[in-house]
């Protein structure tokens, strides 16, 4: 059977992996020779334990996670991890640092705020809008700060970390919903990391957290059993009812990714599909323009805009019928995005490119 | 193709409807002939908000819900529930009454406890064992309470309630995870409903919760966003990334249940398969025991003894070569249990008294 399919450039809920979609068409109905779809599995038998181990033991792998970080798959998005993250580590008496780049850290801080105190180390926005990162430099953090907590990729903005500040003794937390695994990263440098999967790793219903062991023991005690990450820890993830299905689609992902060789291919189509990209803008730079610095351009989440409102419109519309979604800007901030995650291939970058070639000539 | 099918007796995640997985595996690569799978949709696109106004509009008419509640998906299960109840409705200076009928009863009140005062109204526990449900009169109730809470149905002892406690003006908030939808209920009888969905629904990684809109709205504010019901309500469950693919399945269920004709032809099987399972067991009273009294005996969770813990493994064993699965007993409890949630057929039920029947006739 052959699908209709589109180029999808959705900022999440995003591409998959057409073979780790394929793979679970195909064991819908059974899965492992069980007689049963691995959604009506209970998540203690033996089948369904398999690709949960599975899940976590391809992350520790691709990633080199080292034995004192917990793997984490838990539920709530990222959003609940903007409350999660203070709600452990951020204890009656001490400060938070925050670094602000965007919409998201912005929504991390307020949640932090009505948990504890919290300090704003940085941020680059001007006039409402954030066109690069911070240098290490601009950094004003406080030395006995709880943990220091950035946002590493800005779906909306279209920045994106290419450095890992360097924070001393606190613990570095990053949100990484919308880069996690673009490339793979020594998490000895983090203290926490969390993802929402539906950009690089999966469908929606589940956030990975990658958290040093020493952090979750002496997190906070007086909050919600549920809304502790020891709790989680200690029963690996299986405290209560895990997204099954979720996670099993991220199995078929990193498994994926496991038998292409990891992350380092990875890696370098992801840099050869941004110097592809980014080069059509700048060459076509009397049409096109990225309103991002240059060094803080984002791999995942391209952003530009077109002379006038009515030619993005117009560049959205032709795309569509040219088999490309999902192009339009955030309604926030307007003008094309184009989400490159690692679904999306160096082709479907080409083919977006001779797009902006091709219209670029017709309307500039 | 035809697929090796099982009968499918788990507690949850659980069987689902084979209509509603096979629609999943026909459109899992080109939904709605988009060109994508549903799980890489934006939820914010209107293929998917389709969906999701389906999902809700369903329950809304399966179940007559009135103008005055809400329809929530969240994430979390009926475990974050436990904790996120208390965080909105019992605030400071207010105590919440909570009656106890098994395992689940009790977490939902030791997570109550971490949050604010509670009241234990009733408990049926003798020994540790619950095998009924209380009665309305059993029902201490503080009427100045901030809620009343019960669980519905207890999936490990088996029991379940058939009337609806009278609290009077004070709300009745009940965990309805593994009983919602095994009939049409009054929905005004109640001030919050919550249920996993991963027993009668749907797949796990979502929860349904059904609230009365004045109780939304005189919800606590000092608690993170991401907790607040009211945030949820005002985003019609889109506040931040659902689990799309989980309401999507939802969706699918759904549908089936209102093209077969809505929830009285539900009720009607589920007493039927009651009927014949228990009757079952009290035929074979000399070799099977119910230890449940008769008029708290569950139609969701069918719990039973065998003479001996060796008879019992040697039931399962048996079973599952005849093409039976997730008949043992939870593990804090042993014995046997028959989950014969809604997807559960009546043939399946006779299929499993057929073995019961030879089986005691070989073993009594």
Same mark, same amino acid.
């Given at each position: ?34 007689g ?16 949960h181990e599975?899940?976590?033991s ?19 998005g ?5 409350a ?8 009656v008496?001490?400060?938070a ?12 801080l ?7 105190t ?23 953090l ?12 800005n779906t909306?903005?279209g ?5 890992v ?8 937390a990053a949100?990484?919903?919308?880069d ?6 020594d998490? =000895?440098?983090f $203290?926490?990391?969390y *993802?929402?999967?539906?950009?690089? &790793?999966g469908?929606?219903? !589940? ?15 007086d ?18 009812t ?16 496991a ?18 990209l980014?080069g059509?803008?700048d ?17 995942m989440?391209?952003?530009f ?24 800007g955030? =309604?926030?901030? $307007?003008g094309?995005r *184009?989400?490159?995650?690692n679904? &999306?291939?160096?082709?479907? !970058?080409?083919?977006?490119v001779?797009?902006?070639?091709s ?6």
């Amino acid at each position: 059977m052959t699908n209709h399919r589109v180029i999808n450039f959705n900022a999440g809920p995003a591409a998959l992996p057409v073979a780790a979609l394929e793979r679970a068409r195909d064991e819908m109905l059974d899965f492992a020779n069980s007689g049963m779809s691995v959604m009506e599995h209970s998540h203690r038998g033996k089948e369904y334990g398999a690709v949960h181990e599975e899940a976590v033991s391809l992350l520790r792998k691709l990633l080199d996670v080292p034995e004192d970080y917990h793997v984490l798959f838990l539920q709530g998005g990222a959003s609940q991890q903007f409350a999660m993250v203070p709600m452990n580590l951020l204890p009656v008496g001490r400060s938070a640092d925050y670094v602000l780049t965007g919409a998201w850290s912005e929504k991390a801080l307020a949640e932090a705020k009505l948990v504890g105190t919290t300090r704003v180390a940085a941020t680059t926005a001007k006039e409402g809008k954030y066109t690069r990162v911070p240098t290490q430099r601009e950094l004003e953090l406080d030395g006995g700060a709880a943990y220091v907590h950035i946002t590493s990729n800005n779906t909306i903005f279209g920045t994106q970390w290419f450095y890992v500040p360097e924070t001393g003794t606190v613990p570095l937390a990053a949100d990484m919903s919308s880069d996690f695994l673009w490339r793979k990263f020594d998490v =000895r440098r983090f $203290g926490l990391v969390y *993802a929402g999967a539906q950009k690089n &790793v999966g469908p929606s219903g !589940v956030v990975v957290v990658i958290v040093r062991k020493d952090l979750v023991e002496a997190g906070r005690k007086d909050i919600p059993k549920i809304f502790r990450y020891a709790t989680h820890a200690a029963d690996n993830s299986l405290y209560n009812t895990p997204p099954t299905f979720s996670i099993y689609m991220i199995r078929n992902v990193l498994s994926l990714t496991a038998e292409a060789g990891g992350l380092e291919g990875v890696e370098k189509t992801n840099r050869e599909k941004g110097r592809v990209l980014y080069g059509c803008i700048d060459k076509l730079a009397a049409f096109y323009r990225c309103p991002v610095e240059v060094g803080s351009r984002s791999l995942m989440n391209v952003v530009f805009r077109l002379p006038t409102p009515e030619l993005e419109e117009r560049f959205v519309a032709e795309a569509k019928k040219a088999g490309m979604v999902g192009l339009k800007g955030h =309604r926030s901030v $307007g003008g094309i995005r *184009a989400s490159i995650y690692n679904a &999306v291939g160096l082709d479907a !970058v080409r083919t977006l490119v001779s797009f902006m070639e091709s219209f670029a000539a017709k309307n500039g």
